[in-house]
């Protein structure tokens, strides 16, 4: 070992399990050589050595890092038994020597599935030579929480170049994590609010024609292979809702929204889904429903409603819905097809209202 070492020279730290002896102090950590620092160095009194000369030292160099490190730093054997701990390592077990852990394995403080699961890739390691960088593990607790980690492992080398085998470090990022989790669930919720109309509680007209461009797609490319399978849209709306809202005033004409809302959500198929696109204007998406199958569930909403009259404060104010009903195979494009299923609404209206067209 040379006698000095520049700064922008320091050799790598060479490792080997057998040169690993306990210091007796009750940190679990190794005595390591120390660097020879030259004759100036040796004269001079421990407390005038520079920081230049007290990091190059080997062996405070590595305790500092296994006693101060807040993330976790381990050795292993090829056996997968631990020979060197951090501090950090011993207390995320409540252990205050880290020369406790020594000779033990991950089975003695994990859960069996993670335990395989990391043994399984030191066996790799050491097979392969190749480390593992940034792995997310996650640590499941008996009382039903996780831990979260980022790892990195690598084989463990010595001076010849054998493996002989692992080391590793893993930094906690539960609330990392956790943060993540909070800020899926905000953006959940966020996009939950831009889809829906929050007077009906269906989704909205922005929404309605996202879904109705992806079954376009859908349906246009079954036609092209040849198969002969259809959607149909259902558009309605209150009729004479306007005299509602002049007479009996808007707080009513919202509980009318509500109620036909709430009439669609309970006729609608597991397959239909209905949303309010404005006004007193309904749309409903119905997949794999010919034209035929479409009128009849219309016909079917159209009823429900003309049988469940609004009731409030006391009074019961009936209400009957305008449907118009088309298929996607009849027509040529997007707009064409909400056209026509527009065009028939109208028709009901001038045909007396209360009725499917």
Same mark, same amino acid.
């Given at each position: ?102 000779? =033990? !394995?991950?089975? %003695? ?8 699961? @990391?043994? &399984?890739?030191?066996?790799? *390691?050491? $097979? ?113 809702? =306007? !005299?509602?809202? %002049? ?8 509980? @009318?929204? &509500?109620?036909?809302?709430? *009439?669609? $959500? ?92």
């Amino acid at each position: 070992m040379t006698d000095a070492i520049r700064a922008d020279e320091a050799s790598p730290l060479s490792v080997h399990p057998n040169n690993l002896r306990d210091t007796g102090a009750g940190t679990g950590l190794p005595i390591f050589p120390v660097y020879n620092m030259g004759a100036s160095s040796r004269a001079s009194a421990p407390s005038t050595r520079s920081a230049h000369e007290l990091i190059m030292s080997e062996s405070l160099l590595i305790q500092t890092i296994m006693l101060n490190n807040q993330d976790t730093i381990y050795f292993k054997d090829l056996d997968s038994r631990y020979i060197l701990n951090s501090r950090a390592h011993a207390q995320q077990f409540g252990l205050s020597d880290a020369g406790m852990m020594k000779g =033990k !394995t991950d089975f %003695d403080f994990f859960p069996r599935e993670f335990a395989e699961r @990391a043994y &399984r890739e030191e066996r790799e *390691i050491i $097979r392969t030579g190749v480390p593992i960088i940034n792995n997310i593990e996650q640590w499941n607790l008996e009382n039903g929480d996780s831990i979260w980690f980022s790892a990195c492992k690598y084989p463990l080398i010595d001076e010849y170049g054998e493996i002989v085998g692992t080391w590793g470090t893993s930094r906690d990022i539960t609330e990392l994590k956790r943060a993540e989790a909070r800020l899926a669930l905000v953006n959940d919720d966020l996009r939950k609010l831009s889809i829906m109309d929050e007077l009906s509680g269906l989704y909205n007209r922005r929404y309605f024609y996202d879904m109705l461009g992806h079954a376009v797609q859908r349906y246009a490319k079954r036609q092209i292979a040849g198969r002969d399978d259809t959607f149909s849209i259902i558009v309605l709306d209150i009729d004479r809702f =306007k !005299t509602i809202n %002049d007479s009996l005033g808007h707080s009513t004409g919202d509980q @009318a929204i &509500r109620h036909i809302a709430s *009439i669609l $959500r309970a006729t609608s198929r597991p397959s239909d889904t209905p949303f309010r696109v404005g006004g007193d204007e309904f749309m409903i998406l119905l997949l794999d429903t010919d034209l035929h199958t479409a009128r009849r569930q219309a016909e079917l909403i159209r009823r429900a409603a003309e049988h469940t009259p609004l009731r409030m404060r006391g009074r019961e104010f009936p209400l009957t819905l305008s449907i118009g009903v088309a298929s996607f195979d009849e027509h040529a494009d997007t707009n064409e097809f909400v056209h026509a299923a527009d065009s028939r609404l109208y028709r009901s209206k001038r045909l007396g209202r209360n009725r499917v067209t």
